[in-house]
């Protein structure tokens, strides 16, 4: 008797079918991978954002400011610096209550930072943040770079400003990837431009914020799952 797949395997089965091809820049050699025109599937939860920094002076103006963070997902190439496929963008979430802390300037400059005022902040996102995708490029040079975003709205609920608070990059393969354990990731200031300057996360001129973190689950499923 043949063996029904299960419902997640078939709604897997149906993603790939309607997404059959992330785009790989067409200027950069193949790597060693599937043969071509299979693909290699992911689900990738990122369950919290840890010590997010956002500045006070961009609350600036802002009648009875709230905060929320939003995160978006795409994958990147860093061989060829590039950015490739398709961008994920999940809600907006709000800080875990209590979980706000204000560091002074004198404080931030003290630290051996710039002496600009901020707040930090913890989100879980629970099971919103559940990814699934499929690529035929299988390398370490592929990441998953996420970008934490900070939604400001006013006290009427329309959005104010939306700014970048960091970015993390997250390996799909390599030892130890893909293994389906909690895993904290480095969070860096600045936007996800910041890749396009740098050759590998062992870069020299990259620098982890401090108390910081992105956390995720990388799990790699199994081509015999997709049949």
Excluded at 69 to 86: C, E, M
Excluded at 144 to 167: H, M, N, P, T
Excluded at 190 to 205: C, E, N, P, V
Aim: net charge negative; hydrophobic share 40%; charged share 20%.
């Amino acid at each position: 008797m043949a063996v029904q797949p299960s419902s997640a395997v078939v709604d897997w089965l149906g993603f790939v079918k309607r997404n059959r091809s992330v785009p790989i820049p067409a200027d950069c050699d193949r790597p060693a991978g599937p043969p071509e025109g299979d693909s290699v599937g992911f689900r990738v939860q990122i369950l919290s954002a840890r010590g997010v920094r956002l500045a006070d002076e961009l609350l600036q103006g802002v009648q009875r400011p709230t905060v929320e963070y939003r995160l978006s997902v795409t994958p990147y190439y860093f061989s060829a610096k590039r950015f490739f496929g398709r961008t994920w963008t999940g809600p907006d979430w709000p800080a875990i209550t209590g979980s706000t802390q204000y560091v002074s300037a004198d404080q931030a400059a003290g630290d051996g930072g710039a002496a600009v005022a901020y707040r930090t902040s913890d989100v879980d996102f629970g099971d919103a943040m559940d990814v699934w995708l499929h690529t035929e490029y299988v390398s370490s040079n592929v990441v998953l770079a996420v970008e934490i975003v900070a939604v400001v709205k006013d006290g009427d609920g329309a959005v104010a400003r939306e700014v970048s608070c960091g970015w993390s990059a997250v390996p799909l393969h390599g030892q130890g990837c893909a293994s389906g354990r909690r895993e904290m990731h480095d969070v860096h200031a600045g936007s996800l431009r910041g890749l396009l300057f740098i050759d590998s996360l062992h870069d020299a001129h990259v620098t982890p914020l401090r108390d910081s973190g992105l956390e995720c689950v990388v799990e790699a499923v199994d081509g015999e799952d997709l049949t």
